[in-house]
C-alpha cells in the first residue's frame, strides 16, 4: 500500500484469499483472510477454516469523506464472526457435492469443447491434475464448474469484482462443518468426512426465521454430505470415493412465532393462506433440479396435543403434499412418513432409536448412495439380500444417489440431528460394503467406528445449533439412547436456558448482521437505516416489493425440464444448458498450481511431524480403541460402555503418562517370576551384583524348591518370553539367524576399522556375508561400496503391477489367482 506523503509501497497485511468488498456509506473495504487451518482432506484437495480476517478501508485517507453512521454499520458488519465455522478450499468446489463433482469430471472432454470454446478463458481448476490430459503433449485440462449459490456466504461481496478480475482470486466460502476423522482398519486409513452447507437464502435465527418466503426458500436449510475414501489412495481417479446427502430444514409454508410474549415456546401462526401449496411447490421443484427423486420427507414434529401447537404445522404440511402429489406422475411422487418422535421417546415400551433405523433402512435403500467404482467381485459372488434392494441408479463407473431425504421437526435441531445421525449410520454401513471393509452392510452401536461417527454427528449438531438457535444440542443421542449420565441433565438446562437468553436479547442484532452481510439490505443516503426498519420481512419476500413477472401454474407447478429427467438430478445431466457452466483450462501438468504433493506434505514449510493433518485429525485407533493389550483391534468389534480410549486418553496429563508408561514398558526386561517379585525391590538397593549362576544374598529369603518345582519355574519365565519376543531364547539359533548375525557382525568390524591397508579379505567368510570394499582415501572416517542385491525377474513385475495398479490401471486376473480366489470362498462360505 502507499500514502500521500510518504515514498514507495509497505506491506499492509499478508493474506490467503480475498472474501470480498463491501461499502456502507462511504468507500470500500477489502476482507482479506489472515489466518487458517486446515480442517479436511478429499483426494490431496485441502479445505480449510477461516481463523481469523482483517478489514482494509482502499480510499486513500486524503480523499476520504467522513459518514456519522459508517461506524456503526461496520461494527454490525463485523458482528458476523468469519472466523466462526467458514470454509474455503482453492481447488474443491464446496458448493457441490462430491457426486456432482465426480460426475462433472466424467464428462467427455471433446463436449465440454465443442460447448465452451467461444467461452473459454483462464479459468482455476476444481480438480487439480485429476483433469484429462491431452493427446500428444503434457498438458492437462481442468474442469471447473460455476459455483451453487445458495451455499456461498460471500457471493454479494464478491458480485462487483466477478467480471472485473482474473477467476483465480474468486474464492469462494461456505457456512456450516466441516469435520474429517480416521478409521483405522487392521492399518488401512478411511477417512470419514462431513460436510453441512448452509443456505444463504433466507438465513437468520430461530424464531426470527421460521418456515419459507416468497421464493420457496426454507429457514435453517442445511445440506449435510457425508464422505467416506480409502485413505490408502488420494486420487479422484484410482482412488475409491462415496458419499451420501440429506437436507435439513424448515417446514415450507408461510408461518412464524411471536417472540413479543417472552414464552418459551411461542404459538405457531399462518402468516398467508396458501390453498394451491405455492411456496410449497417452488422448493420441492428446487430440490428435484438439485436431488432428484424420490423426495422423502421425515415430519418429527408432534402429531397429538392436548393444545394444538406443533399439529398446525403437520396438518398443513400433508395438505399441501397431498395436493402437490395428485398432479405429479406416479412414480415421482413425494414420500411423506410422519412420526411423532416426543410421544415415542416418552413411552418406556418403546424404543427410539430402533424405529429410527427401519426407517433408515427404507430411506437409504431407495435413494441409494454415490460410490465411484463397481460393485466388488466378491459381492456378486455371495450377494447380500439388503444390497440386492438398494435403489439409486448403476452406472458403469459405480453407483449415484437419486433423491433425498427431508428431515424436519420445528427447529430442526435437537431431534432432526438424532434422525439424520441415524440415517447416515445405516448409509453408512452400505459405503463400507461398497468399498470391501465389512462383510454385512450392518453397523452396531458400541463400536468404534460408530462411536466415532456418533461423535462427528454431535460435533455436527452442537455447532448448526450454535449458529441457528444459539446454544448447543439439549438432547443428544445417548439421550435417547437412554444412557446419559445424570450429569447430562444439568447440561440439558444450561444449554435451555442459553437458548432461551439468546433468543430473548442477541437475535436481533444477529439476524441484522446477516442481513447486512449478505446482502439483503445495502445501506443508502436518503432511505432509512438498518436499525430503523421495524422488521425485515420486506427484505426477504421480495413480493412484497414488487408483482412478479409471471405467476406458475397451479397445476403443472414444476419446471419441464426437470421432470423430463427424473430420477437423474436434472443438475447433473448432460445438456445444453449445464456444459455452458462448465470451462475449461489447460495447466502444464508440473505446474505449481497442481502439484497435489507440494499442497499435502508443503516441503517449502518448516513442519513437524505432530502438526501434520493427516497424522493430528481424531483416529479411531488412538482415541476410541480400548487400550487393554490383546483386545480385537477391528473398529467393527462391540465394545463395553467403558472400554474407550477417550476415558484412558481424555486429557494432555493423562496422554503423556500414558505415553511414558508405553515407553518404560518398551524398554523393560521380560516379567520375572512370582518369586522374583517379592524381593525386585530390594534388587536396586546393592551395588555389587553377584556373578551368573551364584546364589544371591537377599534380605528376603528365597523359597527353596525342588527339582520338579523348578521346571515350572522355567516354564512360567519362558512362557512370557514367547508371547513378547516370539522366540524363547534357550532355543539354538537356525541357520538363517546365524547367517544373518554374522553379517551384521562383519558389517559393525568393517565399520570400526581405520586403516585402509590393514583390511584383509576374511577367507573364513561364509558366501552370505557381505563384504565391504574402502573406497575412500581417508582412513578416519572411510567410505564403504556396496553392491545392491539382485531382484529376480519375479519381484519385479510385481513391483511393476503396483505401480499400475495405484495410477488405476488393473492387471487381469490369471487363472491360477482366480481359482485360488473360488477355493477360498468355497471353503470359508459355502
Same mark, same amino acid.
Given at each position: 500500500m502507499g500514502q500521500k506523503g510518504s515514498s514507495g509501497l509497505f506491506r499492509a497485511v499478508s493474506a490467503f484469499g480475498v472474501v470480498g468488498f463491501v461499502r456502507f456509506l462511504e468507500g470500500y473495504y477489502i476482507v482479506l483472510i489472515t489466518k487458517r487451518r486446515k480442517m479436511a482432506d478429499i483426494g490431496g484437495h485441502a479445505i480449510y477454516k477461516i481463523e481469523d480476517t482483517n478489514m482494509i478501508?482502499?480510499?486513500?485517507?486524503?480523499?476520504?469523506?467522513?459518514?456519522?453512521?459508517?461506524?456503526?454499520?461496520?461494527?454490525?458488519?463485523?458482528?458476523? %464472526?468469519?472466523? !466462526? #465455522?467458514? @470454509?474455503? *478450499?482453492?481447488?474443491?468446489? &464446496?458448493?457441490?457435492?462430491?457426486?456432482?463433482?465426480?460426475?462433472?469430471?466424467?464428462?467427455?472432454?471433446?463436449?465440454?469443447?465443442?460447448?465452451?470454446?467461444?467461452?473459454?478463458?483462464?479459468?482455476?481448476?476444481?480438480?487439480?491434475?485429476?483433469?484429462?490430459?491431452?493427446?500428444?503433449?503434457?498438458?492437462?485440462?481442468?474442469?471447473?464448474?460455476?459455483?451453487?449459490?445458495?451455499?456461498?456466504? #460471500?457471493?454479494?461481496?464478491?458480485?462487483?469484482?466477478?467480471?472485473?478480475?482474473? +477467476?483465480?482470486?474468486?474464492?469462494?466460502?461456505?457456512?456450516?462443518?466441516?469435520?474429517?476423522?480416521?478409521?483405522?482398519?487392521?492399518?488401512?486409513?478411511?477417512?470419514?468426512?462431513?460436510?453441512?452447507? +448452509?443456505?444463504?437464502?433466507?438465513?437468520?435465527?430461530?424464531?426470527?426465521? +421460521?418456515?419459507?418466503?416468497?421464493?420457496?426458500?426454507?429457514?435453517?436449510?442445511?445440506?449435510?454430505?457425508?464422505?467416506?475414501?480409502?485413505?490408502?489412495?488420494?486420487?479422484? /481417479?484410482?482412488?475409491? @470415493? !462415496?458419499?451420501?446427502?440429506?437436507?435439513?430444514? *424448515?417446514?415450507?409454508?408461510?408461518?412464524?412465532?411471536?417472540?413479543? /410474549?417472552?414464552?418459551?415456546?411461542? $404459538?405457531?401462526?399462518?402468516?398467508?393462506?396458501? $390453498?394451491?401449496?405455492?411456496?410449497?411447490?417452488?422448493?420441492? %421443484?428446487?430440490?428435484?433440479?438439485?436431488?432428484?427423486? $424420490?423426495?422423502?420427507?421425515? #415430519?418429527?414434529?408432534?402429531?397429538?396435543?392436548?393444545?394444538?401447537?406443533?399439529?398446525?404445522? !403437520?396438518?398443513?404440511?400433508?395438505?399441501?403434499?397431498?395436493? &402437490?402429489?395428485?398432479?405429479?406422475?406416479?412414480?415421482? /411422487?413425494?414420500?411423506?412418513?410422519?412420526?411423532?418422535?416426543?410421544?415415542?421417546?416418552?413411552?418406556?415400551?418403546?424404543?427410539?432409536?430402533?424405529?429410527?433405523?427401519?426407517?433408515?433402512?427404507?430411506?437409504?435403500?431407495?435413494?441409494?448412495?454415490?460410490?465411484n467404482r463397481p460393485d466388488s467381485y466378491c459381492s456378486i459372488l455371495r450377494p447380500d439380500e439388503k444390497w440386492n434392494e438398494l435403489g439409486g441408479c448403476v452406472i458403469p463407473t459405480g453407483r449415484l444417489q437419486t433423491g433425498i431425504l427431508r428431515t424436519n421437526c420445528v427447529d430442526c435441531l435437537d431431534r432432526t440431528n438424532t434422525a439424520q445421525f441415524m440415517v447416515g449410520k445405516c448409509a453408512l454401513a452400505y459405503q463400507l460394503y461398497s468399498l470391501g471393509l465389512i462383510d454385512k452392510p450392518n453397523l452396531q452401536f458400541d463400536t468404534d467406528a460408530v462411536r466415532l461417527f456418533e461423535e462427528l454427528y454431535e460435533d455436527h449438531g452442537d455447532t448448526l445449533s450454535l449458529q441457528y438457535g444459539g446454544s448447543q444440542l439439549v438432547h443428544r443421542v445417548k439421550t435417547y439412547r437412554k444412557i446419559a449420565p445424570w450429569t447430562q441433565h444439568s447440561k440439558d438446562i444450561m444449554q435451555t436456558l442459553s437458548r432461551y437468553y439468546s433468543n430473548a436479547f442477541s437475535d436481533a442484532d444477529r439476524q441484522d448482521s446477516i442481513n447486512l452481510f449478505l446482502g439483503v439490505f445495502h445501506p443508502t443516503e436518503g432511505k432509512p437505516h438498518l436499525w430503523e426498519l421495524p422488521t425485515d420481512f420486506y427484505l426477504h419476500h421480495k413480493n412484497t416489493m414488487r408483482l412478479l413477472p409471471t405467476r406458475r401454474s397451479y397445476t403443472y407447478w414444476w419446471t419441464p425440464e426437470v421432470i423430463k429427467h427424473l430420477p437423474l438430478p436434472y443438475d447433473e445431466v448432460i445438456c445444453a444448458a449445464n456444459l455452458k457452466k462448465l470451462i475449461v483450462k489447460t495447466f502444464h501438468k508440473y505446474e505449481e498450481e497442481i502439484d497435489i504433493h507440494n499442497e499435502f506434505f508443503r516441503p517449502y514449510e518448516l513442519s513437524s511431524f505432530d502438526d501434520t493433518f493427516c497424522l493430528a485429525m481424531t483416529s479411531s485407533a488412538r482415541d476410541f480403541m480400548p487400550k487393554t493389550v490383546g483386545i480385537d483391534p477391528s473398529p467393527f468389534t462391540v465394545r463395553k460402555p467403558d472400554e474407550t480410549g477417550k476415558s484412558v486418553l481424555g486429557n494432555k496429563s493423562n496422554r503423556e503418562e500414558a505415553v511414558l508408561q508405553r515407553k518404560t514398558a518398551a524398554s523393560a526386561p521380560p516379567p520375572p517370576s512370582e518369586e522374583a517379585m517379592s524381593s525386585s525391590s530390594e534388587d536396586d538397593s546393592g551395588t555389587d551384583r553377584e556373578e551368573e549362576g551364584s546364589v544371591s544374598q537377599r534380605s528376603t529369603p528365597v523359597k527353596m524348591t525342588d527339582s520338579g518345582d523348578s521346571a515350572k519355574v522355567t516354564e512360567n519365565v519362558a512362557q512370557p518370553m514367547k508371547e513378547l519376543y516370539g522366540i524363547n531364547l534357550s532355543d539354538g539359533l537356525s541357520e538363517e539367524d546365524f547367517s544373518i548375525y554374522s553379517r551384521f557382525v562383519q558389517l559393525g568390524q568393517s565399520q570400526h576399522k581405520q586403516d585402509k591397508n590393514s583390511q584383509q579379505p576374511c577367507s573364513r567368510c561364509s558366501d552370505g556375508v557381505i563384504k565391504l570394499t574402502p573406497i575412500s582415501a581417508f582412513s578416519q572416517d572411510n567410505i564403504y561400496e556396496v553392491q545392491p542385491p539382485r531382484v529376480d525377474r519375479k519381484s519385479t513385475d510385481i513391483f511393476q503391477a503396483h505401480i499400475q495398479a495405484s495410477q488405476g490401471i488393473m492387471q487381469p486376473l490369471g487363472k491360477e489367482d482366480a481359482s485360488m480366489y473360488r477355493e477360498y470362498i468355497r471353503n470359508r462360505y459355502l
Open positions: 478501508y482502499i480510499p486513500n485517507d486524503s480523499v476520504r469523506v467522513t459518514h456519522p453512521d459508517e461506524a456503526r454499520y461496520l461494527r454490525i458488519f463485523q458482528n458476523v %464472526d468469519l472466523s !466462526s #465455522n467458514f @470454509y474455503f *478450499s482453492y481447488s474443491y468446489d &464446496l458448493s457441490h457435492s462430491l457426486q456432482y463433482n465426480l460426475t462433472v469430471l466424467r464428462m467427455p472432454l471433446e463436449m465440454l469443447k465443442s460447448e465452451t470454446t467461444q467461452n473459454r478463458q483462464e479459468s482455476f481448476d476444481i480438480f487439480e491434475d485429476e483433469g484429462l490430459i491431452t493427446q500428444g503433449g503434457s498438458g492437462v485440462f481442468g474442469i471447473c464448474s460455476e459455483p451453487y449459490m445458495k451455499y456461498v456466504w #460471500n457471493g454479494e461481496l464478491l458480485d462487483i469484482i466477478k467480471n472485473a478480475v482474473h +477467476r483465480d482470486w474468486l474464492l469462494y466460502i461456505i457456512h456450516g462443518f466441516c469435520g474429517q476423522s480416521k478409521l483405522l482398519i487392521y492399518g488401512r486409513p478411511v477417512y470419514v468426512t462431513l460436510i453441512a452447507r +448452509r443456505s444463504s437464502k433466507f438465513a437468520g435465527t430461530r424464531f426470527l426465521k +421460521r418456515g419459507a418466503n416468497c421464493e420457496g426458500d426454507v429457514a435453517n436449510e442445511v445440506e449435510t454430505e457425508q464422505i467416506l475414501c480409502d485413505a490408502s489412495v488420494m486420487s479422484f /481417479t484410482a482412488g475409491s @470415493y !462415496s458419499s451420501y446427502v440429506q437436507v435439513r430444514g *424448515s417446514v415450507p409454508l408461510y408461518w412464524s412465532q411471536d417472540i413479543s /410474549t417472552m414464552m418459551p415456546k411461542p $404459538p405457531i401462526t399462518l402468516d398467508q393462506a396458501d $390453498p394451491f401449496a405455492h411456496v410449497a411447490a417452488l422448493h420441492f %421443484d428446487q430440490m428435484f433440479q438439485r436431488f432428484g427423486s $424420490p423426495i422423502i420427507i421425515l #415430519n418429527l414434529v408432534k402429531e397429538r396435543e392436548k393444545r394444538k401447537h406443533e399439529r398446525i404445522l !403437520s396438518e398443513e404440511l400433508v395438505a399441501a403434499v397431498t395436493y &402437490l402429489n395428485q398432479f405429479l406422475p406416479p412414480e415421482h /411422487t413425494i414420500v411423506y412418513i410422519p412420526w411423532d418422535m416426543a410421544k415415542y421417546t416418552k413411552s418406556k415400551l418403546c424404543n427410539v432409536l430402533d424405529r429410527l433405523n427401519v426407517i433408515a433402512e427404507s430411506v437409504v435403500k431407495k435413494t441409494g448412495f454415490f460410490v
